[in-house]
C-alpha cells in the first residue's frame, strides 16, 4: 500500500536544552513548516553508571529528558495544529489512572491533539524506582489500555482487574477523543500481536527493510485471525539523521510508504546538535522529503 504519509518530527529530547523560549521555536517552527505532529521520547529516571559498571542503557543519569504529558502541556498552548504524540511513554512503570487523567487534560487543553504511545520499556531501574514490576510489565499494559479507555469514555467506570480495581469513579474533565488514540512501540511477538489485537497503530523501532516487512506481515496477519481490518492499523517508522546524508532520507521516505506507513517523525537527534541546529535539520528535510 503506497498512500499519502503524515510526516511530524521527533522532539530532539536530550539535545534540545531547558530553555522554554526554544522548545516553544521548536514546536513552532515544526507547525509552520507543515509538519503533522511532533513526538516526544520518555523516560522519568536515568541510572547512575557508578556502581554500574556494566550499564549497556542508551541513556542513564546524565541524559535530559523533559516529561512528555507536562511538555504537551505547555505546547498545547503554543501550537494550534500539530498532533502531541508520545513515542512511546512507559506505561507499565506508571498509575493508570493518573496516566488517563493526564492524557485526557492534555487532549482538552490541545482541543483533540493527542495521540498515546505506549510501550513495556526496558529500564529496570525507573520500574525499581517508580515502585513498579518489572516482571509482569507486558500483562499489565494490556489491562491499562482496557482500563485507560474506559475511564476516556465513560463518565463513571466500575472496573475490577487482576491489578487495578476502580469502584464507580470517573476522571472529569473527559477528553475530546473519546477514546484517545493508542499506539504501540515495540518489536517482539507478543508486542505484535498486542498491536493487531488493541493497537490503533504501531511504532516500528527498526529501518525499512525486510525485518520491518515480516514484522508488518505478522501485525497484518494477527488481524486478519481474530476479524480485524488491517487497514485500520496505522504505521508510524523514524528516519533520522545518523541513518544518512540528506541526500537519503526521500529514499528512506520512499521505502516506508511502500511498506505502508501512515506517518513518520523525522529525528535530528544523534549528532550533537543545538536547539536552533535542530530546527534548521528539520527545515532541511522538509525540503528535501517533499
Not at 531547558?18 to 505532529?37: C, K, M, W
Not at 511538555?71 to 488517563?100: D, I, K, M, N, S
Not at 529501518?207 to 508510524?236: N, T, W, Y
Not at 545518523?242 to 516506508?256: N, T
Request: hydrophobic share 40%; charged share 25%; no cysteine.
Amino acid at each position: 500500500m503506497i498512500g499519502v504519509v503524515r510526516t511530524g518530527v521527533v522532539f530532539p529530547q536530550t539535545e534540545i536544552g531547558n530553555d522554554p523560549a526554544v522548545i516553544r521555536d521548536f514546536a513552532q517552527t515544526a507547525e509552520g513548516l507543515g509538519y503533522s505532529h511532533v513526538l516526544a521520547f520518555d523516560h522519568v529516571l536515568g541510572a547512575g553508571r557508578e556502581h554500574r559498571p556494566d550499564w549497556r542503557g542508551p541513556y542513564d543519569a546524565d541524559t535530559p529528558f523533559h516529561e512528555p504529558l507536562v511538555l504537551f502541556g505547555y505546547l498545547a498552548g503554543l501550537t494550534e495544529r500539530v498532533e502531541l504524540v508520545t513515542g512511546v511513554l512507559v506505561l507499565p512503570q506508571r498509575q493508570a489512572a493518573l496516566v488517563a487523567k493526564q492524557a485526557a487534560e492534555v487532549d482538552v487543553l490541545s482541543r483533540g491533539r493527542t495521540r498515546l504511545g505506549v510501550g513495556v520499556g526496558w529500564n529496570d531501574v525507573e520500574y525499581d524506582a517508580l515502585g513498579e514490576n518489572f516482571h509482569d510489565r507486558g500483562r499489565r499494559i494490556e489491562e491499562q489500555i482496557q482500563l485507560m479507555r474506559a475511564l476516556w469514555t465513560e463518565q463513571v467506570v466500575d472496573f475490577d482487574g487482576k491489578w487495578h480495581h476502580i469502584p464507580e469513579a470517573g476522571i472529569n474533565p473527559l477528553p475530546v477523543q473519546r477514546p484517545i488514540p493508542i499506539w504501540l512501540g515495540g518489536h517482539a511477538d507478543v508486542v505484535l500481536r498486542r498491536v493487531a489485537a488493541m493497537g490503533d497503530g504501531w511504532f516500528p523501532q527498526m529501518p525499512p527493510g525486510e525485518q520491518a516487512r515480516a514484522a508488518l506481515d505478522k501485525i497484518r496477519r494477527h488481524a486478519v485471525d481474530i476479524g480485524r481490518e488491517p487497514g485500520e492499523i496505522g504505521i508510524e517508522a523514524r528516519v533520522g539523521v545518523r541513518h544518512g546524508e540528506p541526500e537519503r532520507w526521500p529514499e528512506l521516505v520512499a521505502a516506508w510508504r511502500e511498506l505502508g506507513a501512515t506517518h513518520l517523525a523525522i529525528n535530528t537527534m544523534g549528532l550533537g546538535l543545538t536547539g536552533a541546529e535542530h530546527i534548521g535539520a528539520i527545515t532541511t528535510f522538509r525540503d528535501l522529503a517533499d
